[in-house]
């Protein structure tokens, strides 16, 4: 028996088998269409600005109104922080700071406290870092430089007495900020060692109280069913408003009125009503809104962040690679999703593609860093060199891989904003 003959057999067996289950309601249907108007503008500005690699591109008008929308929520008195982990970008983070007309950063390693020294910014570390950066940082500091500016942030007692060595050895004193655990148990401290730190804090010459810092992003996970969410948001501010009373008996109510008293972040502000617990929210990826950020409470705000890439070549019919026999004939004609392919400059980043629609990526082809395969149905039009859109999942890891920031604004590309260096 030949094996052209088997190939077709197979091919045949294969096409009746696909022609069973369709008529059982589970063949998948085209979900390939025309591009949105939206992003063939972006497109045109792309090509006219004479771009043509894989480009995080940032609508400014949108970034705009999503600036607008957070601080129309803010409580009256409730200071703002921007997240600079999430918006890696001096020219962006200046956009949101003078739009917010706020001069609080929350920072969160070693390069960006190197970014950010020349400015005016006040600095919060977001997380803790080893006493051997901030050593780093510190004996780098150039004359003139104003450490006052930093508050850090320490998570435990080993710490602190770390960072008080090093205050020490410098002849620096250090604003403390202190970490408490209210909920999610990523680490902080917990009431009971509160204690002890704050009364180490109050009696070492080369310590500064500044405040505390507690998040709260396991509540916005939490189900609202039989009342889970707002019974663990009670309890970490609970936890909170014990700590501010231990700072006022162990340091004075004058010094816990000028401290800061940090909390939330994208998925949680909108809880804060008051400033009696919090005295200041950070917030930053709401701003640009990564797919990872679609939640209930951020329903008003609009994706600002894009990355456009090139497509390299465009087939009007699915190639799989040899050896594979007929499975690409049954593969299209069973899910017509996979008809039409094209190449894309690059590939593998988180994030998932939002236009043209349909677009996925090849199951047997796979995820690819150079020329990822994507495929979508008979509807997909796209030539060589026009620009496929991905949303990014998340912004902090995201937008330092391709370079300068392209801004949008009015149908052209306004400006490009470099990025920070990238960092962990």
Not at 38 to 66: C, K, M
Not at 187 to 211: C, I, K, M, W
Request: net charge negative.
């Amino acid at each position: 028996m030949s094996t052209n003959f088997l190939t077709r057999r197979k091919l045949l067996f294969g096409t009746a088998g696909i022609g069973f289950f369709a008529t059982l309601g589970l063949r998948p249907s085209d979900e390939s269409g025309p591009t949105d108007d939206y992003f063939d503008s972006i497109r045109s500005a792309l090509q006219r600005s004479e771009i043509g690699t894989p480009t995080l591109v940032i609508d400014r008008d949108r970034l705009a109104s999503n600036v607008d929308i957070l601080m129309s929520h803010l409580p009256d008195e409730m200071a703002y922080r921007v997240v600079a982990k999430s918006l890696p970008s001096l020219e962006l983070i200046d956009f949101v700071t003078n739009r917010s007309k706020t001069h609080r950063l929350m920072t969160f390693n070693l390069e960006m406290l190197r970014e950010l020294g020349n400015t005016s910014y006040e600095q919060l570390l977001g997380k803790p870092l080893p006493v051997s950066a901030a050593k780093t940082y510190l004996t780098s500091v150039s004359e003139g430089k104003r450490i006052d500016q930093i508050q850090w942030l320490i998570d435990s007692q080993k710490r602190l007495a770390e960072y008080a060595m090093l205050a020490k050895s410098l002849d620096q004193i250090l604003r403390i900020n202190l970490e408490i655990d209210v909920g999610l148990h990523r680490g902080g401290f917990n009431l009971n060692q509160l204690e002890l730190a704050l009364t180490f804090v109050r009696d070492h010459p080369y310590l500064d109280f500044s405040g505390f810092m507690g998040y709260e992003s396991h509540v916005a996970a939490l189900p609202e069913i039989f009342g889970w969410r707002e019974s663990s948001l009670l309890e970490a501010w609970s936890i909170y408003g014990k700590a501010i009373d231990l700072a006022e008996n162990r340091l004075g109510s004058s010094a816990v009125d000028k401290a800061t008293r940090n909390a939330a972040g994208s998925k949680t502000y909108r809880f804060y009503k008051n400033t009696s617990i919090a005295n200041e929210l950070s917030i930053g990826s709401a701003l640009v809104k990564p797919s990872g950020f679609d939640h209930p409470l951020l329903e008003n705000y609009q994706p600002a962040s894009f990355i456009a890439t090139p497509v390299l070549k465009s087939t009007n019919l699915t190639k799989l690679p040899d050896g594979l026999g007929p499975l690409h004939e049954i593969y299209q004609t069973w899910n017509p999703n996979y008809r039409r392919a094209i190449f894309i400059y690059g590939g593998n980043w988180m994030a998932d593609p939002v236009d043209p629609p349909g677009l996925r990526v090849n199951p047997i082809f796979g995820y690819s860093s150079n020329q990822q395969m994507m495929n979508a149905g008979e509807k997909l039009e796209l030539d060589v060199d026009d620009f496929a859109f991905f949303r990014p999942r998340q912004s902090e890891a995201v937008f330092m891989h391709f370079g300068d920031i392209a801004v949008f604004q009015g149908g052209e590309i306004t400006a490009r904003w470099p990025v920070f260096p990238a960092s962990a």
